[in-house]
């Protein structure tokens, strides 16, 4: 059909993030798995997406990379779902703030961190995100506020950044921070996320046992 929905996936990816949000929305998709080491990098899939990376996601005839942006995509795509203020709505500049402040420094510094890497000190002014410890205490600050960044309702940020969150303390690339534990407790027990895990979980072993 003209309008389906595909999501390029593997269940040990990012790709679950795009699930968490494909289930918020409610709309039927169709996923698509593909393999690290062979069909991430074949031609069919490098039309799709030439970084050779996981997720994207197909509508009908439009595709749409970067993680974030298919969260925020999905969210203007089916406004019935209410997962983002309006456009022209004012909640729109904190909603875009907090979605790239994510996919820009939080994400930078936490992958600079997981590999060891320390911003000398005197760059610290040309690298966009200055320093983790700045970054992480906005973070804390935005979660901190009420029980969603944005409003008083749940929005496609909060699947977003709340994911960078739930991984950083998976994988201990952001420190357990009390702010932090809550919020992700929180957003973590929607029923959209539960199912998005449990769909994930399910491909895992017949993932590995295709590896
Ligand atoms: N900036 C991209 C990053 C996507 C990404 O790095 N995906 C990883 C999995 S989490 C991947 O596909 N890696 C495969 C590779 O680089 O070969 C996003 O936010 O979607």
Same mark, same amino acid.
């Given at each position: 059909?003209? *309008?389906?929905?595909?999501? /390029? ?17 409610? $709309?039927?998709?169709? !996923? ?17 997406? &030439? ?6 996601? =197909? ?5 749409? !990379? ?6 925020? /995509? ?5 406004? $019935? ?9 004012? #909640?729109?500049? &904190? /909603? ?18 997981? #590999? ?22 906005? #973070? ?11 409003? *008083?309702?749940? !929005? ?20 357990? =921070?009390?702010?932090?534990?809550? /919020?992700? $407790? ?18 895992? &072993?017949? $993932?590995?046992?295709?590896?």
């Amino acid at each position: 059909m003209a *309008d389906d929905l595909i999501l /390029y996936t593997n269940p040990m990816s990012r790709g679950r993030i795009a699930r968490w949000m494909l289930e918020e929305t409610g $709309q039927p998709y169709k !996923t698509e798995i593909l393999d690290y080491a062979s069909t991430m990098k074949a031609p069919a899939y490098l039309s799709i997406n &030439p970084m050779g990376k996981v997720p994207a996601l =197909r509508h009908g005839d439009v595709v749409v !990379t970067e993680t974030a942006a298919i969260c925020a /995509y999905l969210a203007d795509a089916f406004p $019935q779902a209410a997962l983002a203020p309006p456009p022209g709505d004012r #909640l729109r500049g &904190p /909603y875009y703030r907090w979605l790239f402040f994510a996919a820009g420094p939080v994400e930078a510094s936490i992958s600079n961190k997981a #590999l060891g890497f320390v911003v000398p000190q005197e760059r610290e002014r040309m690298i966009g995100y200055g320093r983790i410890e700045h970054v992480m205490r906005a #973070l804390e600050g935005a979660v901190s506020r009420r029980n969603y960044l944005v409003g *008083d309702t749940f !929005t496609a940020a909060d699947v977003y950044v709340g994911s960078a969150i739930g991984y950083g303390l998976m994988f201990g690339t952001i420190e357990k =921070r009390p702010a932090f534990e809550q /919020y992700w $407790q929180r957003i973590s027990a929607r029923p959209a996320a539960i199912r998005a895990k449990g769909l994930d979980e399910g491909l895992m &072993p017949r $993932q590995q046992a295709a590896s």
